[in-house]
């Protein structure tokens, strides 16, 4: 099955240049992410299993509620999609959701979390020009705060979110999205016969009606002071159905005592400023972001006319501080008799690959542990579904950048955060090799499942990927040292590239030639000269002071490096050759038509045994 994907580069491209008098700088993300129950939960409306998405749904029913017709069945679920590097398990385990009839309501926050309706913003001309003698610079102010008076000063204050927050739902096998226009009113996504009212109550087509309220309160912060405006809603809980019989189906929450808290991304990036402001050089940032969940409602009783259902948690998980992990799940009549009775047994993905980040040294354990569900238990019949997982390559550390494009493990352990990215002739980044393998992608991933009666389900993966028709670009990083004193040392060499003007960083270093220490002083005595030359010996650069250098040269067929010495004293043989480091990247751009994959996995084949 294929699927478009849109490639985002990793490299952020700043346009926005501030000043130098502030401690925590303005330009770090607050980045909005969602609980790890919610975002599991969320993979079903997001990618519904289907043949189409290569992904399937693993049920293990754990009781199905029935009130007159209406049916509400309790399980666990897995969704197929694979396993990211750095996603948090939920409180049933990496991959697994607990699912009550399959309702959901969460949000995706963009921008800020929105306080009501969108603010509408008109333009002031028919196209878009953003500049001092357009209508619409003031448009382009309040979109993204750029100050073009003063563009170390932007206009913080005054930029306007303009992106409203998605939520996402479901009930009784209806899903979709929905948010809220500039006047309020709610546009779904894609049009449903479920009523959604303000704030928040759905009903479905038969009549019966959802209650929510807000479920939680977090907030995630990097590399800035957390304040009062970073903490968020993500989750919805239900809280009551009112089925059209006027029956009801009640739910009670419990609230945690104590905030639990884990590492969920870690940035990096390169800045560079705009080509009005001189005075600014690229800035490199990296920083963790920690996710605080403040206060959280979590599911502890289902009560309904026939009978209840308990839930019960322990607090004791070593890959979220203060995390709760479900532990039991026991089903009553109404007479208070014990139905059923799931425990859920687990354990931990564990890693030996560790990363020490600064300031938060209580989160080097946490960020090698995965919760891991084996065995869902009935001590009622003594019957169990037992689950294993592809561990022959275990997972990297939680904020480990050996990942694909899309966030699941390559095995590339000496990536260091961003693949190179080109900007005309320009090449930014770090050259982190992004192409998937199925190999490490699988990791984590289910990959068995024996059912109570001993029949099995197998899971093959394989790679994702889509037509991809167009020009494909390739950046390698090339250099070499040569040292010689006039006498000895030179050499040849190419550049395999499509640009037309190739950056080359040279170095220099000379015991005959002074350093760049601002002086200005030049050799005394004999010394020697290192030069690029082109296939004609034309003189591209000459190089005498020891320092690194940086030129766009004009592609050439063939370049030569030539050392000559200077000055009719010979040399002082006892010290080291002179040398010049060449370094360069190579851009090649050719037009491929193939099916390529950038990250992500499918199901391949299951296979089923039975067991009767």
Known sequence: M???????PFLFISYFIYGQNY?????????TIKSPDASQLSKFTDIPPSTHTGTTSIIIPIYTIQVGDYTLPISLKYHTSGIKVKEVASKVGLGWSLSIGDIILSKQIFGNQDKGAIPNINQVDGGFEPNTNSGDQNFATIITGFNSFDPENPLKDNKKDTQPDIYSYSVKGTSGDF?????????KIPETDIKIEDYFTLTDNNGNKYFFSEGNQMRT??????????IITTDFIIKKIILNTGKEIVFEYSSINTPYQYLSNYYKGFSYPVSCIQSKSSEYNEYASLTEVMSENYLTKIIYPEG????TYNNSRE???????????????????????????????????????????NHTNSITKRLKLNEVKNTVDNSSFKLTYYEENPLPNRLSDATDYLGYSNGKTNNAGIPYFTMEDEVYGLGDDKKPNITYAVSGSLKEIIYPTGGKMKLDYELDDFNFEGPEINV???GFMECGNGTIGGREFTVNSTRANIKFKFTFTSPYSPNDDGSGSLPIGSYVVAELLDQNNNILKQFLISKEYEYFIEKKSLYKIRFRKQGSENLDTTKPLPCLMVE?????????????????????????????
């Not at 948010?179 to 546009?187: A, M, P, T, V």
């Not at 912060?221 to 405006?229: H, K, L, V």
């Not at 209840?308 to 839930?311: K, P, Y």
């Open 2 to 8: 294929m699927k478009n994907i849109i490639l985002l």
């Open 23 to 31: 401690q925590v700088a303005p330009n770090k993300y607050n980045l």
């Open 179 to 187: 948010y809220f226009d500039s006047k309020g009113k709610i546009i």
């Open 221 to 230: 912060t990097g590399g800035q002071i957390p304040s009062s405006d970073d």
């Open 308 to 311: 209840s259902v308990l839930f």
């Open 319 to 361: 890959d979220i501080i203060n995390g709760l992990s479900l532990e039991k799940i026991s089903t009553y009549d109404n007479a208070n008799k014990l139905i059923y009775n799931y425990f859920l047994n687990k354990s931990y993905f564990t890693t030996s690959d560790t990363k020490n980040i600064n300031g938060y040294p």
């Open 476 to 478: 390698s990083r090339q």
């Open 584 to 612: 360069w990247y190579e851009v090649t751009s050719e037009n491929k038509k193939y099916n390529k994959s950038v990250g992500g996995i499918r199901v391949k084949k299951n296979y089923q045994t039975r067991k009767f």
